[in-house]
């Protein structure tokens, strides 16, 4: 049976969440009403069941990657709403210590209930509660990838649009929607001339383990050195507690192309709920005749299909040129990076993702950051050439 179709059977309940749950001080509504809690543990299995079982729950929302970050010094806050004992929403803060600043950070969230704009505004308005009970500085948010929610619920609450951290506002979709010849199909003529000659090349995939994360690793860094950027993770000991956290759930998947006795390159890919994200890859620049990358990208589709992913999602991609293609016009004119163009190949989609937002609790300081990086910010886009 499909992995997905499993989970969004799961009804996560209050009763399967940690003992240390703590009721937040905010009024009830409707019959029964609904209760915001504290989620103090880091390890809260309801609120992942949720999030898998959300069309857009991803995994930077998830108890998992709080458990992750951790490591790098971040703290989580997560406020859970529920409806009775079931989990009907929330969101997942992530936050440290910046020298004399307290920044925190929402990817991909709130999550609420589908089609509930009742739960999406309770959501919006805790938002600046938890910050000011955090004092942060900032809180930067960026909703999920396919959020309903107005954005305008997150200005009301005195988010402003702004991407002081650079996040990502744009990526590339493949719709996990046909059969596997179909996809193959609808990639361009040369992927597919070139996954053609790789089969015919002694070049097999295999899955990974836990003792391939080091030869991973240097891949990734082989990368990255290229490319003149430093690798993310910055040590392997990261990617070896990933796994510890991921692979449990069998969220996480290694794959390594051998070729003529050589490892030239690999992919560490995270499911989670809906999605399928092809998150870190590496490649030594070898054994080109294999066409290494192609195989395993084409064997991260068929593999996701299988399945049932509703979407592969690799990661990122230039929103300009995302703009012009959604607009049916040619991205002619736009850098594209050489990874962006690798992409394309694939017969996907450009996904434009909710714009970043920043909130300052602080009155003075929201003031000056509009009138200084907001303005600057806004300029800088319409200078932009079309």
Known sequence: MPRFARLTRIRPRLSEAPSNYTTLSWPKHGPGGREAWLSTAVNDPAWDAFLRGNPCGQFQQSSLWAAFKAAEGWQHHRVVLTDGDEVVGGFQILWKKKGPFRVGYVSKGPVGAAASPPIDRELAELLPVAARQLRLTALILQAPDESPTDPQLYTSAGFVVSNPMHVVEATYVLDLDKDIDTLRGAMSASLRRNLRKAKKQPATIRVGAEQDLPAFFELMASTCR??????????????????????????????????????????????????????????????????????????????ALGQGYRLLDFCSFNRRAAERLLAGEPAEGVPLSSRDEYHLRFGGRPLLLPRAMILLPNVLSRWLYRLTYVSREQRRLRARPA
């Open 226 to 303: 290229r490319q003149g950027v430093s690798p993310n993770p910055a040590r392997v000991e990261a990617l070896r507690l990933l796994w510890s956290l991921f692979a449990p759930e069998k969220d996480l998947r290694l794959t390594m192309v051998e070729c003529n006795g050589e490892t030239p390159a690999a992919k560490l890919s995270l499911g989670f709920g809906s999605r399928y994200t092809v998150w870190k890859k590496g490649w030594n620049g070898g054994q080109g005749q294999c066409h290494p990358n192609e195989l395993l990208e084409d064997d991260a589709i068929a593999w």
